[in-house]
């Protein structure tokens, strides 16, 4: 370990994200910029972490070109991490994501920083479904959680 980051996730950011939270996914442009975009996250072990990506956009496109990627992780409590690593496509299309088209990538972590502040709290990243789409949006990502798992 050095300083606060380690080489693979801690124990208690895995049982955060093995059930599956919402995150953001960095990458970096060809231009050198930061991109971030909203993503779903389901952590495997403590080297191994799988996330969203919808097909079409800027972060697909730099995940392809460089296979680099930082997952932003806020959690109820002390849960606030960057992990990052080398990615990769699993699946070019999340079953239960659909009508959306939604792809699987899988992370290899090579590295976990911890962001907490001692005595410090943070609320989890949620998100706030409309009111008419909230039951058949949390089903969806419940079944999304279920498949980036199991693929």
Avoid: H
């Avoid at 955060?16 to 495997?44: C, H, K, N, V």
């Avoid at 088209?101 to 992370?107: K, N, P, S, T």
Wanted: charged content about 20%; overall charge neutral.
């Amino acid at each position: 370990m050095i300083g606060n980051i380690t080489p693979q996730m801690p124990e208690k950011l895995l049982a955060w994200l093995r059930p599956g939270a919402p995150g953001l996914l960095l990458t970096a442009g060809a231009d050198g910029y930061a991109t971030s975009a909203y993503t779903w996250i389901a952590g495997l072990d403590v080297r191994r972490v799988r996330f969203a990506v919808d097909e079409g956009g800027s972060t697909l496109a730099n995940l392809q070109r460089s296979g680099q990627a930082s997952l932003q992780v806020i959690g109820q409590g002390d849960i606030a991490f960057l992990v990052k690593g080398r990615a990769r496509a699993l699946k070019p299309r999340l079953d239960a994501a659909a009508p959306y088209v939604i792809q699987l990538w899988e992370m290899e972590v090579i590295g976990a920083k911890d962001q907490s502040w001692p005595g410090v709290s943070t609320n989890a990243l949620t998100y706030a479904w409309p009111a008419e789409q909230r039951e058949a949006m949390l089903a969806m990502e419940q079944a999304v959680f279920k498949e980036m798992k199991s693929a």
